[in-house]
T-cell receptor, first 116, second 113 residues
């Protein structure tokens, strides 16, 4: 149980275009999802907390206009990288918690974004 | 603010040997502690977690970890590693009452045949 699916697993796009990444909780409802970014051989850095039905909470230093997060349902959160640039190339990972009182994050398999 | 330190960036052990990966945290209250494993190009899989109670925690794949409050440590151990254990290992701390995790820098484990 507690499966988180992320799509696509990898994407290549041109500079200036936008890319949408989906994060779905397959067998549970997730009122809260988290988006992380991971640079090569580095740790995960929390970008934002996605709350169903309300605005996302962004971490300090994360551009909310560049990284648009939408959490329209209890099983889906999307991250849109707008006007992508090569420096946005990274590994993006989402996670979700099955329930308000749960303390265990379940992670998707990540999305490798390459901006050319 | 809480922080997590994994002092060893890269560790190499022989197959069948024992393993200990170090993790130190900084947090004012009793933390929620986690160990995750990541294979290349993949997401994270939870190995084990500590919330309260018995300070020796058993996880999947034969891993265990011990919470030592006096040393602010949560080291991961395995008595005998397998080649399939080669991966990146992350220690993380969660704020009590919150669900955000702060990750350590990660330790890359290489297994020699």
């Amino acid at each position: 149980g507690a499966v988180v699916s992320q799509h696509p697993s990898w994407v290549i796009c041109k500079s200036g275009t936008s890319v949408k990444i989906e994060c779905r909780s397959l067998d549970f409802q997730a009122t809260t999802m988290f988006w992380y970014r991971q640079f090569p051989k580095q740790s995960l850095m929390l970008m934002a907390t996605s709350n169903e039905g309300s605005k996302a909470t962004y971490e300090q230093g994360v551009e909310k206009d560049k990284f648009l997060i939408n959490h329209a349902s209890l099983t889906l959160s999307t991250l849109t990288v707008t006007s992508a640039h090569p420096e946005d190339s990274s590994f993006y990972i989402c996670s979700a918690i099955p329930g308000q009182r749960s303390r265990t994050l379940h992670f998707g398999n990540g999305t490798r974004l390459t901006v050319t | 603010a809480q922080s997590v330190t994994q002092p060893d960036i890269h560790i190499t052990v022989s197959e069948g040997a024992s393993l200990e990966l170090r993790c130190n945290y900084s947090y004012g209250a009793t933390p929620y502690l986690f160990w995750y494993v990541q294979s290349p190009g993949q997401g994270l899989q939870l190995l084990l977690k500590y919330f309260s109670g018995d300070t020796l925690v058993q996880g999947i794949k034969g891993f265990e970890a011990e919470f030592k409050r006096s040393q602010s440590s949560f080291n991961l151990r395995k008595p005998s590693v397998h080649w399939s254990d080669a991966a990146e290992y992350f220690c993380a701390v969660g704020e009590q009452g919150a669900q955000k995790l702060v990750f350590g820098q990660g330790t890359r484990l290489t297994i020699n045949p």
